[in-house]
């Protein structure tokens, strides 16, 4: 039963990123496979949010074999990124060079925004204008 309740609530995915949002990839890869994902940087191109992951832009890159399905198309092997799971990547801050985590907050004149707390002023930096 505990089991059914969980895939029903997968539902309820929410994710305070945005398509385009810097994100830093901060698990995941294969150092003896000679992928290590950690640390890298790209854009957000797509969330799958019934998946709960994302495409981030030159990151994951993986190799698919195409067949010719028509005269005119050309054969051959395409490298396109492979999805990576929401859990393993965070905003990165580019003021900051490191990722961190955002949190939204409410204005005097209640507009909500995106932002996150400066790790050594302790305060509310807005991202979005």
Do not use: C, W
């Not at 990123?17 to 150092?31: S, T």
């Not at 496979?33 to 940087?41: P, T």
């Not at 074999?65 to 801050?93: C, D, L, P, Q, W």
């Amino acid at each position: 039963m505990a089991r059914r309740q969980l895939r029903d609530n997968k539902e309820d995915f929410r994710t305070r990123l945005r398509l385009g949002d810097p994100v830093m990839v901060i698990a995941g890869g294969n150092e003896n496979g000679g992928r290590v994902l950690k640390g890298k940087i790209g854009k957000l191109r797509k969330v799958m949010k019934k998946k709960d992951r994302v495409i981030v832009e030159g990151v994951n890159l993986v190799k698919r074999h195409k067949r010719a399905t028509a005269v005119n198309e050309a054969a051959g092997i395409i490298e396109k990124e492979g999805s990576i799971h929401i859990s393993n990547v965070m905003f990165y801050s580019e003021k900051l060079q490191k990722p961190v985590r955002l949190r939204s907050k409410i204005l005097g004149d209640g507009r909500k925004v995106r932002g996150f707390t400066h790790p050594e002023t302790k305060q509310f930096e807005q991202i979005d204008i």
